[in-house]
């Protein structure tokens, strides 16, 4: 995996999932499935070789590596958002 390669949809997937700080709420939001959603996010952070969160059974938290890609990230989606508008 290229970290050059990230697909927008990845990136509203992490954005998501990084303002609600749970996968569940997150792809009902998206309108996708819980397994495509982790998906979506454990490509991600392949392609970064970083983890993204810090998961357990009762939370999900930003790593530190995605703490300084998130508002990166949203201003990618930003853009690519009014972009096809």
Same mark, same amino acid.
């Given at each position: =995996? /290229? =970290?050059r390669h990230m697909e927008i949809r990845s990136l509203? #997937? *992490?954005?998501?999932? #990084?303002?609600?700080l749970h996968f569940g709420r997150a792809a +009902?939001?998206?309108a996708i499935s819980q397994p495509t959603l982790t998906q979506?996010?454990? $490509?991600?952070e392949k392609s970064v070789e970083k983890p993204l *969160?810090?998961? @357990? /059974?009762?939370?999900? &938290?930003? @790593?530190? $590596?995605g703490r300084r890609l998130l508002d990166h #990230? +949203? #201003?990618l989606v930003t853009k690519a958002d @009014? *972009? &096809?508008q």
């Open positions: =995996p /290229n =970290p509203r #997937a *992490f954005v998501t999932v #990084a303002e609600e +009902r939001r998206l979506q996010i454990q $490509h991600l *969160f810090l998961r @357990s /059974n009762r939370m999900v &938290l930003l @790593s530190e $590596h #990230a +949203r #201003a @009014s *972009f &096809l």
